[in-house]
């Protein structure tokens, strides 16, 4: 069963940053790309940021680029999303997603349950 478990979500003010991580079981983690996607109060889903499967390729929104980093460690399974100069419009659940391929182009196949990120001060 595929597995994709979040967390580092949290309060944090406005200018701060937060770590998210994401450990993945159940399937060859190494072969496939992976996406971070966000769901802020009240709305849809927006994509963030995806990392192919050996890490050579990664993607951004425009509203993140610039302030967020997205990593894997094939090693210990887990995806990473490194956010900084958080502002309020970055608060939402936040969702790990595997890719069906090893590329960004592969769809959006296998979802965690999410971790909230609040930025407030």
């Known amino acids: 069963e595929v597995q994709l478990v979040e967390s580092g979500g949290g309060l944090v003010q406005p200018g701060g940053s937060l770590r998210l991580s994401c450990a993945a079981s159940?399937?060859?983690?190494?072969?496939?790309?992976l996406s971070w996607v966000r769901q802020p109060p009240g709305k849809g889903l927006e994509w963030v940021s995806a990392i192919e499967w050996n890490g050579g390729g990664t993607y951004y929104a425009e509203s993140v680029r610039g302030r967020f980093a997205i990593s894997r460690d094939n090693a210990k399974n887990t995806l990473y999303l490194q956010m900084n100069s958080l502002e309020s419009e970055d608060a939402a659940v936040y969702y790990c997603?595997?890719?069906?391929?090893?590329?960004?182009?592969?769809?959006?196949?296998?979802w965690g349950k999410g971790t909230l990120v609040t930025v407030s001060s």
């Open positions: 997603v595997g890719h069906s391929g090893s590329y960004y182009s592969a769809g959006l196949e296998y």
């Open positions: 159940g399937f060859t983690f190494r072969d496939y790309a």
